[in-house]
């Protein structure tokens, strides 16, 4: 059984976007969440 490791990323600028793009290739990992200090900048991302 494979266990699935939720993770957040914590802040959204340019290079965030490459960590959600890139994060399925990691067997085991989901990112479930993002935050910034910028609102803005974490609702860009949600659903990259």
């Given amino acids: ?3 699935e490791l939720g993770v957040g990323i914590i802040g959204c600028g340019n290079i ?5 793009k890139l994060s399925p290739l990691f067997k085991g ?12 900048a974490a ?3 949600v659903g990259v």
């Fill in 1 to 3: 059984m494979t266990r």
């Fill in 16 to 20: 965030s976007t490459t960590y959600f």
């Fill in 43 to 45: 609702e860009t991302r």
């Fill in 29 to 40: 990992i989901k990112v479930i969440a993002c935050a910034d200090i910028n609102p803005a």
